[in-house]
């Protein structure tokens, strides 16, 4: 069957292309078969579905790249069903599993399962993440070639620290071997033992034991060698000081395969979210200082931040209702990552497209997705946004089964207005609101 | 029989901290403490303070001194005293915070007395609870009833805080009452210096506004109140520092070291003392010198002071529930 339906009357944005202009886009059996300026300026012809786009921004549906499933093994946390209903209300339409899950992801038959109840619960794509080590322990690599070739886009062991030098130095040299891409979670563990917040002011203060910002460029500083002696693709993940920002910055002109990633609080909110011990902002790396913050916005204004994640990391009330040493760090993300992405676009520290680009095409590129871009041929994975449409994040009308975030009753602007995945609408404001 | 205060000077029915409080507010238990020092102990029976009033004692961590000092302030005062100490083993699914919290909330106490051993776990259960709550101590955050001690022993002594020189020595860093003094004597109006090896005294600390020292004799030079904290065993075998006499032998209160000190310095501990690690046995016993013993004596008055005034506070408070200091 021939399906075809005509997004009309949008703002088509993709930043692949440099496209931003008013028009039309057609999607054919799940791809995106034409698209311009000039498409159906006559009228859709019969037969063809419409959808009008009420001139709203037309864009790539979002890439997360760093997302915190629970599913297996904490699903009274979240589930794959909520959190990927979660991020089709947040106009995201792939989300890229972390492999902190137990059992981890670091057997090939996990990435199928993870990938199969994305299917099975039918909202937005799911990708996932191989291990970089047997149990998450940091010590034996895994199957990297038989996880990537039932699946894995990319290899972490998401919140832990692979902190073994030469554990670290064989991974990046067999992986180099099969272009597969290392991200790290860029920490010291060692040195931030103990830690519950940024070091510095306020945690002296509150009597917390602080994590040095140094743990954080120490372990990229290191690994940048590595890097450069294996030749491999590498990735930091969730950067969160300004000097962090500065070794990428560096490795770059050096001509190292290496980018990054942030998430929104890094560079939405400070360490003094913290406030008095709200669990809720407590995420891991810390919230910085506000000069770190400000660094975050440098780098991604300057291009070297290369995507915007939601670090997504549900946690229920059991894990945060405690004294903030004992909490678990992590905060929900998927239904803010967009609004709090447009916050930059709305304070002039980014245009339009560059600020898409670090939720679409940058992302897709990191992981050679053949998706996150307006194309002909392309799979036709939308997203309809309202760029100025103005609310209030509230923890309680959050779909995610966990409420922590550290955004609540905080004023956003923007929101999806419908989330489409090869062609079929997953998510509809007018459906929503009803 | 003492009288009630007249006027109430004292707003909060919380008592969680000493940073946050103003001048005013310190002086005024300062000074209802002091009434309760000259008072002495009651010989014709207690005073009816708080009379029909329970105060719970609700330790999560090991007390002697704290608790039996709490509970004698309570019972001073005429109110009923029921000590729950919680068991290690339970704690360390923290979760039984809120839950005992909600429990003991059920039984409708005026007062709970907190220790626990994780910062900022005494305001988090203040949040849950209708009754007031003193913080007996949390984490490396704040002992404010400590705090109020050293300064009403350090008033009696000098006749005043303003203007004085006091170095608090040893394991600041993780030290709830170092920072409590701090806020405490910075205040009102003292000049406070920390002094202690780089492991355990940061250079943040100067963000308070006090002066850091890593050396004791330049730390204590014309200092006019020696205060010294407890080192915890754990910290002294080659984590913090490396040895128990390396430790005495550069930050060990001994009279040699004191001699900075001005000639009618005080010399301060919260206790218990660790006599040969961070102070010397003939130091700890100077009767002329040290104020160790009275420190505990008065801790009971102004223990009876912050009750009175978070009682007090909540008879009269037209403040919203949950709402105390900080």
Redesign the interface.
Known sequence: MNERIAFINARLVDPASNRDEHGALLVENGVIADIGPHLFSAGVPAGIETVDCGGHVLSPALIDMRVHLREPGEEEKETIETATAAAAAGGIGTVVALPNTDPPIDNPAMVEFVVRRGREAGNVRVEAYGALTQGIKGQRMTELGLLNAAGAVAFTDGTSAVSNPLVMRRILAYASAFGLLVVQHPDVPELTEGGAMNEGELATRLGLSGISPAAEAMMIERDLRLVAMTGARYHVAHVSTGESVELVRRAKERGLAVTCDTAPPYFGLNETAVGDWRTFAKVFPPLRSETDRQAIVAGLADGTIDAIASDHAPQDQEAKRLPFIQAEAGAVGLETLLPLTLELVHTKRLGLKAALALVTSRPAAILDLPRGRLAKGAPADLTVIDLDRPWKVDEAALLSKSKNTPFGGRPVQGHALRTVIAGRTVFNTAVASR | MIPPAEPIRFPHRHILGI?GLSPEEITYLLDRAERFVEMGRPIDGKLDLLRGRTVMNLFFEESTRTRTSFELAAKRLGGDVINMAVQHSSIKK??T??DTAMTLNAMQPDVLVVR?P????V??LSQKVACSVINGG?????HPTQALLDALTIRRRKGKLQGLLVAICGDV?HS?VA?SNIHLLSTMGARVRVVGPRTLV?P??E??GVEVFHDMREGLRDCDIVMMLRLQLERMHGTFVPSVREYFHFFGLDYDKLAAAKPDALIMHPGPVNRGVEIDTEVADDIDRSVITQQVEIGVAVRMACLEAVVRASEASTELPNRGV?
Do not use: Y
């Open positions: 940073e923290g979760e915070l809120i626990h994780c910062s900022g776990a305001e988090l949390d984490g490396s955050h704040e860093v709830r920072r940061s943040v600390f963000r308070f900080r």
